[in-house]
């Protein structure tokens, strides 16, 4: 009964998804097959697989790996530290912060910092160095993502490893565990969801990075989403760009299978 | 309490220090007189005044704050009804779809999301401008209000609408009176997190704006792109002052909220 009545409450809801979920995907799989005149063509498939286009994807998933990596590298340690201090809440919350400002701001200010009269360079400087160009390399993008992901690889990492009942770990050391055993056997596996969540927020967003690489890297990385970025906006190629946004998406697809988690026994 | 080992309070240190550096040796440097993020001069507010007498950043300030209200306002309407209609539905295949399709702009990734409403914009003629940039935000946003609201609908007690109605109460009255106010906190945390999207997002807005039609993304982008502006260090420093009020202001806000709900445990 009660159903019937709200299901009116349905139609912007269905209609938002028709032409902004639906419409969008559908447009971007049929611009990807119309060359620049506006032809139907499977020729910008072929270019995606010519070696140029092969070896950016191949070039924009080493780094979005690199990115993901490191990341994990220094947020596992982290919010294990964090679920063990006095009000855990409070310093999750002084670590959100700082995601809470706008990226490019904070992109913004490693062109300072990585400058060649930087802070940076400075301390190069004093310790009898000669200063070297950090920005537009490789180490300055992959540094700065890491930067601007860490906080979202914390969050979900702190929240599993919060809902780890504790006599679990005391229970594996009692046994003789050590604690790397522990950590591998035990904490490790029963965190693995808020590490595969962390890795979702971080991989995907990772391989379409753009705007870092104009200011940080200077053009010397080019990831998908910069590919897309310029076909779309400077070469207005957009065929050739949706054929990559296609690829990304299956990209994105594919990680989202690798890293899903299970069903949580369908309780919505 | 267990007390961290002093390697492990020198680790949650060392990251505490390099998430805030930057924000910090921004700010530390909108008070420069000199024109570089590398020498300190001397103290001067300049800078901050060169932020509120440039009228065109103003007018991008405002551009930035009306989408943020406006998306969060309209993709509020739409998520809370939206959540509303998809627990109305009964059939769980057509739930589960309903919920996948919820989550592709979710996990989209932003020049994608970017590049193909540019695409529906300009097919189905939508200027390029406040219009496209208001549109894309609340599309980009009620998948997150639909988040929001949804477990506060799925912890209602049925029983609750059951009750109003046997006492006579309509349908707009049982929406008005009973499941509205029970579901508020979730609509608000949903028009909170719109707004919050709305004002960070860039690569989207990127995409869809035309020219003309900045918001403040986009314009500390082309600023930053030209070159080291301590104008963008003021306004860093502007933004990171109102970030931690309303961060505060939220953590207090969400605890005592917290705590006068579940009274036994203070």
Do not use: C
Not at chain 2, 174 to 191: E, H, K, N, T
């Amino acid at each position: 009964m009660q159903s019937k009545n709200s299901k009116g409450a349905l139609i912007p809801y269905v209609l938002w998804i028709a032409l902004f979920v639906i419409a969008p995907i559908a447009l971007v799989v049929y611009y990807s097959m119309l060359d620049l005149n506006g032809n139907f063509t499977l020729a910008n498939y072929q270019k995606f697989f010519s070696p140029v286009y092969l070896k950016m994807t191949l070039s924009s998933f080493w780094y979005a790996f690199l990115i993901t990596l490191f990341t994990l590298i220094f947020a596992y340690p982290t919010a294990y530290l964090l679920t063990k201090t006095k009000h855990k809440r409070l310093w999750l919350m002084l670590i959100i912060i700082p995601s809470w400002i706008n990226l490019l701001l904070k992109t913004y200010a490693f062109i300072g910092i990585f400058g060649l009269y930087g802070p940076i360079n400075a301390v190069i400087e004093v310790l009898g160095f000669d200063p070297t160009q950090i920005l537009f390399t490789d180490f300055s993008f992959v540094f700065v993502s890491v930067y601007i992901f860490i906080p979202f690889m914390i969050i979900p990492i702190f929240n599993s490893l919060d809902k780890l009942n504790p006599t679990l770990v005391y229970a594996a050391r009692d046994l003789g565990a050590s604690s790397f055993i522990t950590f591998r056997r035990v904490i490790f596996p029963l965190t693995v969801d808020g590490v595969k969540a962390g890795i979702q927020v971080t991989f995907i967003p990772a391989l379409s990075l753009f705007m870092i690489t104009r200011l940080i890297a200077g053009n010397q990385v080019i990831t998908l989403g910069t590919a897309i970025e310029q076909q779309f906006l400077v070469s207005q190629n957009w065929g050739m760009g949706s054929t990559i946004a296609v690829f990304l998406i299956f990209f994105m697809v594919i990680t989202m299978i690798f890293t899903g988690q299970k069903s949580k026994g369908g309780r919505v | 309490m267990k007390n961290l080992s002093a390697t492990s309070k020198a680790y949650l240190v060392f990251v505490f220090v390099v998430l805030y550096a930057p924000i910090l040796y921004l700010i530390f440097y909108s008070f420069n007189s000199g024109g570089t993020m590398n020498s300190f001069e001397s103290f001067t507010l300049e800078h901050y005044k060169a932020v509120f007498e440039d009228s065109r950043l103003i007018v991008i300030l405002l551009n930035t704050v009306i989408v943020a209200l406006l998306s969060g306002l309209i993709a509020t309407i739409i998520g809370t009804l939206g959540a509303i209609g998809i627990i109305s539905v009964k059939n769980k295949k057509m739930r589960n779809t309903l919920l996948s399709l919820n989550n592709v702009l979710i996990v989209s990734p932003d020049v994608v999301i970017g590049a193909s409403f540019l695409i529906l914009f300009t097919m189905i003629g939508i200027k390029l401008g406040f219009a496209s940039v208001l549109v894309s935000h609340v599309a980009f946003s009620v998948p997150i209000v639909v988040l929001m609201v949804l477990p506060k609908l799925l912890e209602m007690n049925t029983s609750l609408i059951d009750a109003a109605r046997d006492l006579g109460a309509t349908k707009r009255d049982v929406l008005v009176r009973v499941i509205l106010p029970y579901i508020s906190p979730g609509i608000f945390a949903g028009f909170f997190m719109a707004m919050t999207y709305s004002l960070d997002d860039f690569a989207v807005t990127f995409f869809v704006t035309g020219n003309g039609f900045s918001t403040l993304s986009v314009e500390i982008y082309s600023m930053a792109r030209a070159g080291i502006s301590l104008t963008v260090n003021a306004i860093s420093g502007l933004v990171f002052f109102i970030t931690v009020l309303v961060v505060v202001g939220y953590y207090f806000i969400n605890s005592r909220s917290k705590s006068t709900g579940t009274e036994g445990h203070r």
